[in-house]
Structure formats: C-alpha cells, structure tokens
C-alpha cells in the first residue's frame, strides 16, 4: 500500500562471480520528485546508483511514503547494469500502489447488556515491520453510541469510558491522526490482521457507528487520502426478549 516500504531483492547472474558491476535503479509510474530521497542502495545509502558483485543477493529498498505526490497505479522498478554511461544489461519487475484498505468483522447486532467484538483485515504492512516506514501503520478503531459520543478505552483502568467531550460531530474520523481520539489504535500483524483485544460494551439500545481507518503516515494521512482508508459499519443494539410459555 502507498505508504508502506518495498523490498526488492537484486542478484547480478551469467557472468564470473565475484566480478563487481555499477549499477543504475529507476523507477518508473506516477509519482514526481527525485527517486534517490525515497531509495535506499545495497550499501543503505539514498542513491540511484550502487556496486554489486555478481552471484550475490542484495536488498534494495523504496520509501513510498517518500515520493512526492505518488498516486495509485501501475509502477516499474528497473535495474541496469552500467559500463560507463553504456547499459550492458537491465531487468525490471511491475507491481501495483494500491491505497490502504480495511475491513472489519462486527456483529450485526447484539443484545443491550452484551458487548461487541470487533476484528478484521487491512492492505498495510504489518506495525514495526521492515515494510512499516515510520512506525505509523496503524488501525484507528472508532465506537460511538446512538447519540454520537465517543466510547474510548482507558488504559490505566482497562475499562471502556463514554467521552465528555469527543463525539461524532466534532471528529473527522477519515482525517483524524490523534490517537488519544480514537475508541483504541491497535497494530496490524504479519499476516494482515488486526483485533481489539477487549471488546466493547455496549450503554443503551440503538444504533452504534463502527468506523476503522488504516493509515501509513501519520503526517500525509490528514491531508491526503492516498495514505488512510476507512470502511464504516453499525451494529443494532436491542432490548433482551422476553418469552413465556
């Protein structure tokens, strides 16, 4: 997803191993700016041009959060092996920046007195990661009760409170990056997923909004929607029946 770090592996072959070669990277797709702020050679330094010796593997690494005005779309990484300003040899390899995605699994209704579990799945890679360019990826998890205001989980107590404050008319859940706005941030795992550990309480009978956003850089993400994604649920929250037979 745009925001995330990419990996690719770089091996010079077919020619006398331990023979060393100058190589040039570039990156074709839409995105403006200077390639070398965003790239990171074999040797760890931001630069388009690097020395490989041949048989050996190498990682290269492309910061997307660090492309000026990248969007979605298609993408080519190009390797070529250089003999002075000639190229000898080049291979590239496509690949697809997608915006962050999020899905969540909510009930679609729970009884009054009941809590509400919620999970799901994201695009972004996962929390600290390799891949996690600013440490920022994260799940903003958003719980507000039929009125509009805010439950948020209270660390220190470990209980769920109702916000004073925070309310659904007051926060822009799409462009908020201030997590002690949230109902809980969680991190996202290797494999994609993410869970509110504790679930939610639920106060009063009626509808309750579920958002959850998926971001990748905390400083991009309130201004330009190429670094979030949010998917929105509701959860019908009714009165125990009662039957007598």
Known sequence: AIGDVLVFKVKI???????TYNVK?????????DL???????????????TLTAGKWYKVKIDTSKLDKVYVGKFSFTVKVMSGNDVIAKNSVDFELVRPS?????????????????SGTTNIAETESTYDSGKDNKIYI????????????NSSTGDYEISDTLSRSNINVATNTD?????KVVDVLSDGSWKLMTSVPTYTTG????????????SKASTDSNY??????????????????
């Open 13 to 19: 072959s077919g020619v006398s191993v331990s023979s």
């Open 25 to 33: 990277y570039a990156l074709s797709g839409s995105y403006s700016g």
């Open 36 to 50: 070398k702020n965003a790239i990171t050679n074999s040797s760890n330094v931001n630069d388009v041009n690097d």
């Open 102 to 118: 999020v899905t969540a699994d909510v009930p679609s209704s729970v009884v009054l007195g009941c809590s509400i579990s919620i």
């Open 142 to 153: 958003y719980v507000f009760l039929p009125d509009g205001r805010l439950i948020q989980y």
């Open 179 to 183: 997590e002690s706005k949230a109902t």
């Open 207 to 218: 509808s309750y909004e579920i958002d959850v956003v998926a971001i990748t850089n905390k």
């Open 228 to 245: 979030r994604g949010k998917a929105t649920y509701y959860v019908m929250v009714e009165k125990p029946k009662i039957k007598i037979e």
